[in-house]
DNA sequence: ACCTGAACACCGTTCAAGT
DNA sequence: ACCTGAACACCGTTCAAGT
């Protein structure tokens, strides 16, 4: 049912996805879908949803709460980088599905576990997600063809003097790196709010 | 140009913004627009824009990297926050354009003053402006109607305890002060990492 | 140079009608 | 119950024609 929508979207694009086009993928005519959803934002939703359900169970845990919350995060990005033309729904669709709750609980749990207090485990949860969904956006949003680019040759190496210098480490940029140097250093943010509590 | 563009946005949402009512608050004939703007892709950059140029321009430094770095980061979010309609688009454009430079070279200038290598003071700005904004993200979704809320009161407390034990503090939760545990929590693992390099 | 009307190839959704 | 055709009110964009 929404198979048909998730498949078109991840080879054309979200923007693609139309009532339409997606009947036409199951060989119908249109119109009949509102008989199995509600609308197009249901079935977004229900697309939404099945990308979610690529995210592999919480696995036993045997190691310590910061190698568990950063295989957490790696497995969410892993999925969400599997699937770039579906990133953007994480950016629009409301984050809390039925099917995510399993992997709610594990990671409230694992928070707990590690010190923190409800709340601030709470706090932890829902910034991790937020960071990890937005690096997300921000990777596949490279992608795009960056007309904006200010033409990098014309700029004032006397007025810009940090830019100019990170332009010559941009081809060796490595985003993954990136992206554990933030969780890293969130993880450590954690510890020492754990060492001295306030 | 943009500004009617803009203003649309901001009172109806961003898919209201299509060339034809945008020609029409113009008091203009709809296709006119084309001699002005690229396309509409181009007339959503030049919106960006415009919501970027309210990012108040950076203070002189007076005070620790720490307070500094939070002013901007809190700056953007306020921004972000202050056109809630519009924050989608900061998910979808892309991120570097000439109006923010100046902005990016005074946040790397303050990363490199605090200790960063050029490499780090980069990965730093990419995961803050990536949390920022999927943060700013996460807070403007909720406005929306939480269709999909798998109805609370009939969740099983025994299969998830920690999520029981939340939904008790989710109507006193406050998002902005977790969107500062984010920003201190990251903060303070780059205090950690500046004390011992690795 | 700038604006326009008509047209093309699309949208999501409603609704009455079919089987 | 499920599917359909026609219709409504929209889209972005092209293009030839006007001033």
């Given at each position: 049912v929404f198979q048909a929508a998730f498949g078109l979207?991840?080879?054309?694009?979200?923007?693609?996805?139309?009532?339409r086009r997606v009947a036409q993928a199951l060989g119908v005519e249109a119109m009949s879908l509102y008989h199995h959803v509600e609308g197009k934002a249901a079935l977004l939703d229900g697309v939404f949803e099945l990308v979610l359900g690529k995210l592999p169970p919480a696995p036993r845990r045997t190691t310590s709460w910061q190698?568990?919350?950063?295989?957490?995060?790696?497995?969410?990005?892993?999925?969400?980088?599997?699937?770039?033309?579906?990133?953007?729904?994480?950016?629009?669709?409301?984050?809390?599905?039925?099917e995510s709750l399993r992997h709610v609980e594990h990671a409230l749990e694992l928070l707990?576990?590690?010190?923190?207090?409800?709340?601030?485990?709470?706090?932890a949860?829902?910034?991790?997600?937020?960071?990890?969904?937005?690096?997300?956006?921000?990777?596949?949003?490279?992608?795009?063809a960056d007309r904006t680019a200010p033409g990098y040759e014309t700029l004032d190496a006397a007025q810009f003097p940090r830019v100019t210098e990170l332009i010559a480490l941009l081809p060796s940029h490595d985003v993954d790196a990136e992206f554990r140097f933030g969780l890293d250093t969130f993880i450590a943010g954690l510890e020492r709010r754990l060492e001295s509590p306030r």
């Open positions: 979207a991840q080879r054309e694009g979200l923007e693609a996805v139309s009532m190698r568990a919350v950063k295989e957490r995060a790696e497995s969410l990005r892993a999925v969400l980088l599997g699937h770039p033309r579906l990133v953007p729904l994480f950016a629009t669709r409301p984050a809390v599905t039925l707990r576990a590690a010190g923190l207090s409800a709340r601030a485990s709470l706090d949860l829902q910034v991790l997600v937020a960071f990890v969904v937005g690096h997300a956006v921000s990777t596949v949003r490279e992608g795009e």
